[in-house]
């Protein structure tokens, strides 16, 4: 199963790989050209396919949890200052997302999208410390009913050029449940209250919507 975000780009990289092919027949006689060449564009297609796949999950919403956005691995978890929204302190929990995770973004929480704003930028590594604030990126807040309001922050990196957000204000929205896409390579960053319990450890593998990252 694949994510609607890849349809376009999987057309035009099994067109591309099709093409090729029926080229290499045509105007290459070499066997062992076209045998590295075919097996080139079959990991090229594979890695496409990888990318945008969207396996089917179980998940459980539970109001007193906030589930992990993203899959990746866990790189941060610190107090920070929050000056876009909350301008306070709070927790940050964030993934990092390699290109080959699944890139799918889904709501930690459910609830009512209280802000979404688009912020265009750089395209630093995701690891990077200003790449929270100086990279594209996209800033949503879900009020919630057991932990208020949760702010999210999908972060491109050096490969992902493009930040899918769904999110908009007023919306209501349940729990795990698709809330964008990134794609090539990125990183999510969560901000909860301060006395949030973390139910995660640093370098932790992840799971989106279904990891539970903090509870009460």
């Known amino acids: 199963m694949f994510h609607k975000e890849g349809y376009k780009i999987i057309l035009i990289a099994l067109s591309i790989c099709i093409v090729i092919t029926l080229l290499m027949g045509t105007f290459v006689e070499n066997d062992t050209i076209r045998g590295i060449v075919v097996g080139i564009l079959v990991v090229f297609l594979i890695l496409i396919l990888q990318f945008f796949r969207n396996p089917k999950r179980n998940f459980i919403a539970n109001d007193s949890q906030v589930l992990s956005p993203v899959d990746g691995k866990v790189v941060v978890i610190e107090e920070v200052f929050e000056k876009e929204y909350f301008k306070e302190k709070r927790l940050q929990v964030s993934v990092f997302m390699s290109p080959i995770n699944v890139h ?13 704003k688009y912020h265009p930028g750089k395209f630093l590594v995701a690891w990077h410390p200003k790449s929270s604030e100086e990279n594209e990126r996209t800033t949503v807040v879900v009020k919630s009913q057991g932990f208020g309001d949760v702010l999210y922050r999908q972060i491109a990196g050096a490969m992902a050029k ?20 990134i794609k090539f390579g990125s990183r999510v960053d969560v901000f ?3 006395d949030t319990k973390i139910n995660v450890t640093l370098n932790q593998k992840v799971s989106g919507g279904l990891t539970v990252l903090a509870s009460k």
């Open 192 to 194: 909860l209250p301060l």
């Open 162 to 181: 493009r930040i899918v957000n769904y999110a908009k204000e007023g919306q209501e929205v349940s729990q795990a449940t698709d809330s964008g896409f």
């Open 104 to 116: 799918v973004t889904r709501y930690p929480v459910g609830g009512k999208v209280v802000f979404s």
